[in-house]
Each structure stands twice: as C-alpha cells, then as structure tokens.
C-alpha cells in the first residue's frame, strides 16, 4: 500500500519536529555536564610579582621589671625599664594590656599617659611607672596580666611588642611580682 502524498507532507513536519526535539534533549543534556568557569583559554605565558610588608623594629626591655607594691597595695605600680629602636620617638609607642590573663588579646591601656608616667634614662632608655588600678582586675584578684609596648608606623604597621606580666598578688598586694615576656 502506498501512502497518498497528502498524508506524506505531515509525516515529514512530524519527522523533523521529533528530530529537532531530540537534538534539543541531547543539547541540553550534553551541556548540563559542562562546567561553567570565568576563564575561557589557558595560555602558557607566567607572570611573576615580589612584594615585602615592613619591619617595623619594636621596643626592648634593658632590665627586670619592678613590682611596687604601695602601702597595703594603695599606690602599687609595676615599672618598666625599656629603649626606643632607634629612629622613634616617645609619641610612637603604643602601651596595651590584656584583660583576660597571658595570651589573651591586648587592647589600649585606658586612662593611662605614656609621657607623664614615663622618664629618660639616657642613651634612649627609659623607666615607666604603670598603676595597677589601670590594669582592671590585677588588684586582689592575683590574676597575672600583660602590659606590652610597641611602635605604631606611620604606615599603620606595628611591631612585636615588649610585654611583661605583672600578678599584684593577693588584698594589698601581698605576694604581687613582675617579669619580662621579652
């Protein structure tokens, strides 16, 4: 039986529509295991870069610290005996604390003046005087804390700071001591 050629113009449209619906379906579904990525070529030049951060040089301590204790723990200070690296001057240095005990994390000591508690020594040393009653916590609690020194750049850098650790011991600074980190 031959087909009538009116029937054979339908049978090609619905030929080519199942055709173009399974290279669509194989499009897609070839694609869909395509991984997308911003880069479109590889090329086989290299590119090469040096940068450095400063070094910014940072305090140091010439002698053991001092535990002062006061009268009954009234007036109990912890000094500081330390040298500026060269190049710096007195309004470089930061003086941070811990609150927390070692190793925790050191923020600004409030309340406190660097130039009115500090005195040359000479030579670009010098002894700075700390009260304890800044160092929230150190008094009567026997908990040992950290004062640090270090020089802020310009740059926004700063240095490995010079720190000791100071315990103002028990209710009136019985027992209370310093000694250098650094």
Do not use: K
């Amino acid at each position: 039986m031959t087909q009538s050629r009116r029937h054979w113009p339908l049978r090609s449209r619905r030929f080519r529509a199942l055709i173009a619906g399974l290279a669509l379906v194989m499009l897609v579904l070839g694609l869909s295991g395509v991984r997308s990525t911003m880069a479109g070529w590889t090329d086989s030049e290299e590119a090469w870069a040096e940068f450095a951060a400063p070094t910014i040089p940072g305090p140091t301590l010439t002698e053991p610290c001092e535990f002062d204790p006061g009268f009954l723990g009234v007036g109990a200070e912890v000094e500081i005996y330390w040298q500026l690296p060269t190049g710096y001057q007195l309004d470089d240095i930061a003086v941070e604390a811990s609150t927390s005990g070692l190793g925790s994390v050191l923020a600004p000591l409030t309340g406190f003046n660097l130039q009115s508690n500090t005195i040359s020594t000479g030579n670009g040393t010098y002894t700075t005087e700390v009260p304890t009653h800044l160092l929230g916590g150190l008094i009567g609690l026997g908990s040992e804390l950290e004062i640090a020194f270090l020089v802020e750049h310009e740059s926004g850098w700063q240095s490995e700071p010079a720190s000791v650790a100071s315990n103002a011991g028990l209710i009136g600074a019985i027992g209370g001591n310093c000694r250098n980190l650094t």
